[in-house]
């Protein structure tokens, strides 16, 4: 059963989310990733097997399927 870590609610749905990873000073993008939503406040949360499989991608042989320019703002 879900419950959300942030706000404690139970329902969610499942959606496929973008998320930046900084590994070492360098951000990797992973796109469609399954995940759960939060129906509430909109916390995402990935299965054990999902995280494992990023990781595996991140840390393992695996390569970009492309790469892409990103415009960075310093917020002072």
Do not use: W
Not at 9 to 27: D, L, M, P, W, Y
């Amino acid at each position: 059963m879900f419950q959300c870590h942030i706000c404690s609610a139970t329902e969610s749905h499942t959606e496929q989310v973008n998320e930046v990873f900084k590994i070492n000073g360098k951000f990797y993008l992973v796109e469609e990733i399954p995940a759960q939503v939060c129906s509430r406040c909109g916390a995402v949360t990935f299965s054990r097997e999902t995280t494992e499989k990023i990781r595996e991608m991140l840390h393992g042989k695996s390569q970009p399927v492309k790469s892409i320019n990103v415009d960075v703002f310093a917020y002072q």
